[in-house]
């Protein structure tokens, strides 16, 4: 079993930055997706990022096209931490954001398909004031 643990979130104003953090444990994966979704009330859960590797090699990160050179995903695979740096926030960044995991190498076709994820997180309230 995996047990995924998000930290990070906050307040912060319009332009600022913040880190999310992933904290995986209940084992270790040589291969592996991880990825950021994000919902506000009312609406669907939305992918973020993601980041895959096989090996322990990082072979892709991927972003939804409105976070594209804002946020960043990267792994330190020795603490087993999945981190989602967010840099120049929007309003629109307000969301509860959730880490998720898969155990296998997802195509990049259905990266972005919250329903290939079997691991969540509680997720951690990201809020953008303007």
């Known amino acids: 079993q995996v047990q995924l643990v998000e930290s990070g979130g906050g307040l912060v104003q319009t332009g600022g930055s913040l880190r999310l953090s992933c904290a995986a444990s209940?084992?270790?994966?040589?291969?592996?997706?991880m990825g950021w979704f994000r919902q506000t009330p009312g609406k669907e859960r939305d992918f973020v990022a993601a980041?895959?590797?096989?090996?322990?090699?990082?072979?892709?990160?991927n972003y939804v096209d409105s976070v594209k050179d804002r946020f960043f995903i990267s792994r330190d695979n020795g603490k087993n931490m999945v981190y989602l740096q967010m840099n120049s926030l929007k309003p629109e960044d307000t969301a509860v954001y959730y880490c998720?995991?898969?155990?296998?190498?997802?195509?990049?076709?259905?990266?972005?398909?919250?329903?290939?994820?079997?691991?969540w997180g509680q997720g951690t309230q990201v809020t953008v004031s303007s």
């Open positions: 980041i895959r590797w096989s090996g322990g090699i990082t072979i892709s990160t």
């Open positions: 998720a995991a898969s155990t296998s190498f997802i195509r990049t076709i259905q990266i972005q398909v919250q329903e290939n994820y079997g691991y």
């Open positions: 209940g084992r270790t994966f040589s291969t592996a997706t």
